[in-house]
């Protein structure tokens, strides 16, 4: 569902096993941005 509603195409793989970060802000009155980030690598 994250790739199928992104507005840009990164190329990325996505699966259930991911750790995804959301975060979530209101842009204006009418809008918010959402942004997912995928965690690479783990230290």
């Known amino acids: ?3 199928e509603r992104s507005k840009y195409n990164f ?3 996505v699966t259930e ?3 995804i ?3 979530s802000t209101c ?3 009418n809008d918010k941005v959402v942004l997912h980030a995928k965690l690479i690598k783990k230290s």
């Open 11 to 13: 190329n990325t793989n």
């Open 21 to 23: 970060l959301t975060l």
């Open 27 to 29: 842009y204006n009155d």
């Open 1 to 3: 569902m994250l790739k």
């Open 17 to 19: 096993n991911d750790n």
